[in-house]
């Protein structure tokens, strides 16, 4: 059968052979000054490359992954062109009892949980991690002092007494990983890149361009856009300027700004954050209306950035509209499940329920008042949520079939109230998660939202390998240009996000930000000690020697 290559390169390949077998025959002048083995390498060094040309230009007709239509998870490419370096300041030897979360059952004495990483001198740590208080005599607006609010039935605040315990005189130690040297040290050691980074940074000079004249931000953002660029049939099915001016706040937030000092969106936040007071119910509520289904998204979303904003800055006009959209939340549980969904009283989702679950944790971190007994009710919640009778996978309403993506939240919000890094549910979950990530085919950036957070708590080969994915993804499909829409991430291009055309392209860029903030956004969860391993397809493990959990309370 006649070879079916090119003529033109069985030419080539012979017509070299025959030069080589001639020379080699009747050798030519020069080769007096030229040893034997030096002629042999330049004639078989110029047919190699002659044939690597060859190679090369019949690859280049193949379709770039990241150019191209539909791509894997994010991109095959897992490497990228500034390799993170690890080197960053050790750990501290100080640690904490709980997790910096919302720990409700004591910790493992072999698993210790840290505080964080070295600070800068005018730093220093909160005794009690996840509870900083300000001292006594540190009050906020009308005499309430940080942290310490009674709430009564009717939805007012009073103050009551505390202990003189100090927290740090410039930063709440739990958001302390978002500016100064430990920021540095934490995107060097936990996985960051300067293109990931970069990608953080331009990403929120989208989001400020896009900013509302009345300081608040719209999904559907397009008359505020302040150049040419941006698509025009770039719409959205969904409707909250409430959620809007959440999703944009918090990427600003988690990069460090501050409103009440000097910087670059000072001005972009302060507007943003008197936006979401000046529309607050007087029982606490921020959502404003738009879409039926965004209510409970859009407070819990709106709630994290007053929390995370009051924590970060010590404002204390913040306190009591941040206090009370927690204590909103609180009141809005389903008494009958511990859960939330799209109205009071209705049975909940897990989807819904993991945005109050960050929303709370939140609260407690910037010192707020969040009941135990709303905490021990979640557990309530993710027990009926659960799809397995060992709590690995979890479904998006109780009774229901397991999903990758309610089971990533899920195991979150587990991490979030308690449950230890060596936790045989805890190990398999992660393990089922990340090998769905790396199989799946779907661009999901709110699965990739709550995966990433959890295997980065989980450290470990697992949060390698996805680590770099996501990032170099991530940063490799960032608009770039000089247009309008530069810094943005686009909700169908170039493969359409799973819920991009109901969130649209402000909600995946937000999305996409504070995926790329995970080092350094919150701090690690977990003491980093023997990487955990976990071979998906493995055995559920029985649960004889589970950490015993709180009980749920009855309602």
């Known amino acids: 059968m006649r070879s079916s290559r090119a003529p033109w390169r069985r030419r080539i390949r012979v017509g070299g052979r025959r030069v080589v077998r001639s020379l080699d025959r009747r050798a030519p002048g020069w080769d007096k000054w030229l040893p034997t083995w030096g002629v042999s390498l330049a004639l078989h060094g110029s047919l190699l490359l002659i044939l690597a040309l060859i190679v090369l230009n019949s690859e280049r007709t193949e379709p770039s992954d990241i150019i191209g239509g539909r791509f894997g998870q994010l991109t095959e490419d897992l490497t990228s062109l500034f390799p993170a370096d690890r080197a960053g300041d050790p750990f501290t030897n100080d640690s904490s009892d709980q997790t910096p979360s919302l720990s ?123 150049g040419a660029g941006c698509p025009i049939d770039d719409s959205t099915m969904m409707e909250s300027d409430t959620a809007a001016t959440g999703l944009a706040l918090l990427p600003l937030l988690g990069a460090g700004h501050l409103h009440n000092k000097d910087g670059k969106y000072q001005s972009t936040l302060k507007r943003g954050l008197q936006w979401l007071t000046d529309r607050q119910g007087k029982d606490g509520e921020l959502w404003v209306g738009g879409g039926r289904t965004t209510r409970f998204y859009s407070h819990a979303i709106a709630t994290m950035a007053l929390c995370e904003a009051y924590g970060l800055s010590n404002d204390e006009k913040l306190g009591i509209p941040a206090q009370r959209a927690i204590h909103w939340i609180v009141r809005m549980q389903g008494a009958s499940d511990g859960g939330w969904r799209y109205f009071a009283d209705e049975a909940g989702d897990t989807s819904v329920f993991g945005w109050q679950i960050m929303a709370l944790r939140c609260g407690k971190l910037a010192g707020l008042n969040v009941p135990k007994k709303a905490l021990a009710r979640c557990v309530q919640y993710l027990d009926y949520a659960s799809a397995d009778p060992n709590k690995v996978t979890y479904s998006y309403m109780p009774g229901r079939r397991s ?106 860029t937000s999305m996409s930000i504070l995926t790329l903030e995970v080092y350094y956004r919150y701090l690690p969860m977990y003491r980093e000690d023997t990487p955990v391993e976990a071979k998906p397809g493995s055995p559920i493990p029985t649960m004889e020697n589970e950490p015993r959990v709180a009980e749920p309370v009855k309602p």
């Open 104 to 226: 409700l059952e004591p910790a493992d004495s072999s698993e210790l949980t840290i505080s964080q990483p070295k600070l800068p001198e005018n730093v220093r740590y909160a005794p009690e991690l996840a509870s900083p208080n300000l001292p006594p005599n540190a009050v906020g607006v009308g005499g309430l002092p940080r942290g310490n609010f009674a709430i009564l039935d009717t939805g007012a605040l009073k103050p009551v007494a505390i202990s003189g315990r100090e927290i740090a005189d410039d930063l709440t130690a739990p958001f302390s990983g978002r500016s100064g040297p430990t920021k540095a040290a934490l995107v060097r050691r936990e996985g960051g890149t300067v293109k990931s980074e970069a990608a953080v940074l331009v990403g929120l000079e989208w989001l400020a361009r896009h900013q509302k004249g009345d300081g608040g931000w719209s999904l559907n953002y397009h008359p505020a856009c302040a």
């Open 403 to 508: 999903s990758p993506i309610m089971t990533a939240e899920a195991l979150l919000s587990r991490q979030i109230l308690g449950w230890q890094k060596k936790h045989p549910s805890l190990i398999k979950g992660v393990a089922l998660v990340a090998s769905d990530l790396n199989e799946s085919t779907d661009r999901n950036i709110y699965y990739w939202y709550y995966a990433t957070q959890l295997l980065h708590n989980m450290r470990g080969p697992l949060w390698d390998l996805w680590n770099v994915k996501v990032r170099d993804g991530l940063v490799g499909i960032q608009i770039k240009g000089e247009g309008c829409d530069r810094g943005s991430w686009s909700p169908v291009e170039p493969q359409p996000d799973k819920w991009g055309d109901v969130g649209g392209r402000l909600y995946v």
